[in-house]
Every structure is written in C-alpha cells, then in structure tokens.
C-alpha cells in the first residue's frame, strides 16, 4: 500500500515543498525514514508508533518505509512528525489521501498523541500558499501566526486523535480566522516626552529615523545616551504590511513570537550586551539560526557601550551594514538572513568617561583617550552617517516645568520625510535615504553652488574618506527633505557636518 502527503521543510529562512510518501509491505514490524533526515526527524519514528498507540489507532503491523523527497535536501526538526503519521494513516486505508491533496501538515507529536508547536510556521504557511495549496493543519499554537497568511485555510489541530476523526469523517474542525492586525494594537514604548532637554540630540535622532541613518552617540555616564537610543523605536515610521511579514518570519524562525500577537507590527529594538559573540551577533549553529542583526530587521540595534565590544566582533558588522543581509554557511548549508537595520550606538569619550565634562575632572591620559577611542576602527566609524556629542543635562533642564515634545509629534514629521523618499525612491527597491546607491548619490542629491563649495571646503579640511562624504551627501539629502526642499543648501551640509563630531573633534587624539 502506497500514499503520499504534502509536507513543508524548512531550513534557516529557506523554505521547500516536502512529499512524504509512504509504503506499508509485509516484513518485520517496523517503520524507517529516509530521505537525508537528521537526528530529530529520525526520532520521529518513536513518537509516531507511542502516538498511535496512545490515540487508540492502529499501527500497520508490517514494514512500513518512509521517504522524504526530495532526497538530496536535508530535512530537519520535528515539524514533520504530523505529515509522517497522516502518511501512515492514508497509506493504511484510514482515508483517502485525494482529499487532502490541497493540504500540508505541519506538527510534532508528543508520545501522548498531543500536537506541539514547532518554529518557522508563517514562512512555512506563506510556502504552501505559493504552492497552491488550500488547507494548513498545524497545531492550535501555532494557528493563530499561520492565520497570518492570506488565501490559506487554517485548521488548529489539538492531538492526534482528532485529526483522524476529521480525516476519517466523524469529526468537523473550523477554520481559523484570517488575523488581520489593527492599528489600535500598539505596545507600549517609551516616550520622547520623558526627556528633559537635550535639544541638539534629539533632533540628531530625528533625522536618524527621517533617513534610516546610522548613529553613534558619545557622552559621559549618566548624560542620557541609553534613555534617548530606546526612545528611538517611537519615532520611527510605522511598518508596512510587507515589513512586517519579512520581520516576524525571522522571529517566528527563531521561536521568538509574541503569542498573544502573531505579526510583529512595532519595529524592533534589540541590545545585545557587550560580551555578546560572533555567533550571537549574526547568527550561527549547526543549523544557522538569526543572530542580533537579523532580529532587529526594519529596526534598530543599539550597541551600548559599544568601545567594550570586542573588537573582532564589531568587524564582522561591516559587510551586513553594507548588503542589508548575512549568509551563514554550514557543512548542512548555507543560510541567507535580511538585515536591514539602523545602527546605534552609544559610548563614553574615555575610560573614565568625564573627558571633555564641563564640571568634572578626567583623570586619564592623552594616550588612553586615544587608545580607548581606538577600539573602534575607521572603517567601521566609516559606516556611521551621524556621529554627535551628548552633553550632560543642566539643572535647568531637569527642574523645568515645560513639557517636552512627544514622540508622537516628532513620528508625524518622520512619517512626511520618509513618505517623500518612498515617492523618491518608487521602484528602485531603495526604502530610505541611507539606501542611496552610489550611482544614485549625485541624481538624488543636487546641490547649490554655495552647498557644494561647503562641502569642499570640509571635505579638504577633516580629511574625510568617500564613503563620509557619500555620508554627509545622505544626511544633508535627509535634512533638506525635512525642510521640503528638492536642491540640498548649504545651511543643509552645515547641520549635516555638525553631526560629525569625531571626524571634527576627534581627529587628533
């Protein structure tokens, strides 16, 4: 007896239709899988056989041989434990497999009969839409981030059993209802409004979120650098629909979703801690899972402390700032992850953290502040658009009674800036000024004379490399949007040029 039922594998981000085909014949009791499956899905064999002996089904009592096809694809995980048993089932004449032909399961199975959740379910659902199927069976945790998918029927299946009742006609199931996100649905984020002062680097940060730009703020302890940095995400536009896809799969990969939502709608906001790893930065294992930078996809990730980093680590941010993406490869594969994120980072001017502090003494060397701003290289510098000081709160400041600017207003001037550039940009694949291709930089950035002779002048003055000029060009792009402008002024390069304060003041130590 022979049967065939869809599957859906899964492999970092890669996703791939699975057949599982099944053949029941006289022999020795038993039940082996082939089709290049690792540990996890050749464990399946003894969750199966207990399954169906606790759901009170009747296993074949012969051999029974299982094969993954492709057979030169890798399949991993537990998720294919519920298409291997429907196999069985259809291959024992329990139902007629025709009448799922439209459908792909995906679960694993507990020894009890009981389905559990399994990661990367959206991809794998918005995979079997492509394939044009019609039904998703998945377990009831994981039916409400596959109802996600548009033009997928999805049934939440509580245990093994009750499949069968369903497959074999005793039982009706319902279909889970397509989840459609509401606006009203907002999290709760810390607000601009709880920022006394600061005037000079909160507008730093509104043009870092107008334009997607990278940013690195330096400051003494206590001036309020990590206060502003998780107060960014607030400001930020809102996501789109298609955004929000590419960002939960990542999670739903990494088995990071939110239950009580199944679409990440606010832009993430990830800071690892200085001691984090290589792998733990952009990812890795046996099968390469997404580091940092590819859950703070379409978000921000914030380095605190960043000269703390080590440095071997920082260096590998340098190509995925560039591409936007990370290939990891592995004897299994090679695995392709987005990361498109706004960089931020946060540190103090020297060890002891007071150089420069109008009030209180630096007690460290020339030589270590020079060394201690050392630990981050040129190239990498290089990659930060906005470079600017934070300086320590007055008392001014904190004792005032003056209420500050709410996020939400900033997030409206945000939201024009960026709708100019997506107008701008339509069609080119680039979302945000800090996008702009070098062959666009000059198209998209036309200057006054008087612009361009600033801009000459600073550029002999600091010295700066091509990739900071193409910075100041973006900046100034971005600020000149911000004031409606179409021509970038020269008033527009000076504010950008203000936001390079290591190019200006830390030239020399």
């Known amino acids: 007896m022979y049967a065939e039922i869809n599957g859906i594998g899964l492999f970092g981000m890669n996703t791939f239709p699975v057949s599982v085909e099944v053949e029941v014949s006289k022999g020795l009791e038993r039940l082996e899988i082939v089709g290049l499956a690792d540990a996890a899905v050749k464990e399946s064999r003894e969750r199966i056989c207990s399954a169906f002996r606790s759901s009170g089904i009747r296993f074949p009592t012969g051999k029974v041989v299982v094969n993954l096809a492709p057979a030169d694809v890798k399949k991993s995980g537990s998720s294919h434990d519920l298409s291997i048993a429907v196999s069985v089932l259809a291959a024992t004449g329990q139902f007629n497999p025709a009448e799922v032909a439209d459908a792909a399961f995906i679960g694993e199975l507990s020894l009890s009969g009981e389905l559990r959740p399994v990661n990367g379910v959206l991809p794998m659902a918005i995979k079997a839409r492509e394939l044009g199927l019609k039904r998703l069976f998945v377990p009831c945790?994981?039916?409400?981030?596959?109802?996600?998918?548009?033009?997928?029927?999805?049934?939440?299946i509580k245990s093994l059993k009750e499949?069968?009742?369903?497959?074999?006609?005793?039982?009706?199931?319902?279909?889970k209802e397509r989840y459609i996100p509401n606006e009203e649905e907002q999290q709760f984020q810390p607000d601009f409004a709880d920022v006394m002062g600061q005037q000079f680097a909160k507008k730093a940060l509104e043009v870092a979120a107008c334009?997607?730009?990278?940013?690195?703020?330096?400051g003494s302890p206590g001036s309020g650098k990590s206060m502003l940095a998780k107060r960014l995400p607030s400001i930020l536009p809102k996501m789109t629909f298609e955004e929000s896809i590419e960002t939960t799969n990542i999670y739903s990969i990494a088995g990071m979703l939110d239950k009580s939502s199944p679409l990440v709608t606010i832009r993430p906001f990830r800071s690892p801690h200085h001691t984090v790893s290589s792998a733990g930065l952009v990812g890795g294992g046996s099968i390469p899972n997404p580091g940092e930078i590819s859950l703070a996809h379409n978000g921000v990730l914030f380095l605190d402390e960043l000269a703390e980093f080590d440095r071997s680590v920082l260096e590998i941010l340098r190509q995925p700032l560039e591409d936007g993406k990370v290939t990891i490869s592995r004897a299994s594969g090679t695995v392709t992850y987005p990361c498109s994120f706004m960089l931020v980072a946060a540190m103090n001017p020297c060890p002891c953290g007071y150089y420069g502090h109008p009030r209180k003494k630096c007690s460290c060397t020339k030589r270590q502040v020079a060394q201690y701003?050392?630990?981050?290289?040129?190239?990498?510098l290089d990659r930060f658009d906005l470079h600017i000081e934070v300086a320590p709160v007055e008392y001014s400041s904190l004792s005032s009674a003056r209420k500050e600017e709410p996020s939400s207003a900033i997030r409206e001037r945000v939201q024009r800036a960026r709708e100019i550039q997506l107008r701008r940009f339509k069609g080119t694949g680039i979302t945000c000024n800090a996008g702009i291709t070098p062959e666009l930089l000059h198209e998209v950035c036309p200057l006054t004379d008087e612009a361009n002779n600033t801009l000459s002048s600073v550029f002999d003055k600091l010295g700066l490399s091509a990739r900071a000029y193409g910075r100041i060009l973006k900046v100034a792009r971005t600020i000149a949007d911000m004031d409606g402008s179409d021509v970038i002024d020269h008033r527009h390069v000076a504010q950008a040029v203000r936001y390079r304060s290591l190019d200006r003041n830390y030239q020399e130590r």
Do not use: Q, W
């Not at 334009?211 to 330096?218: A, F, K, W």
């Not at 630990?375 to 990498?380: A, C, E, M, T, V």
């Open 163 to 175: 499949l069968h009742g369903y497959l074999t006609g005793g039982l009706c199931l319902e279909k």
């Open 141 to 156: 945790e994981n039916a409400f981030e596959a109802s996600v998918t548009d033009g997928l029927e999805v049934y939440a």
């Open 373 to 380: 701003l050392s630990r981050i290289s040129g190239p990498l």
């Open 211 to 218: 334009g997607g730009h990278n940013l690195i703020m330096i």
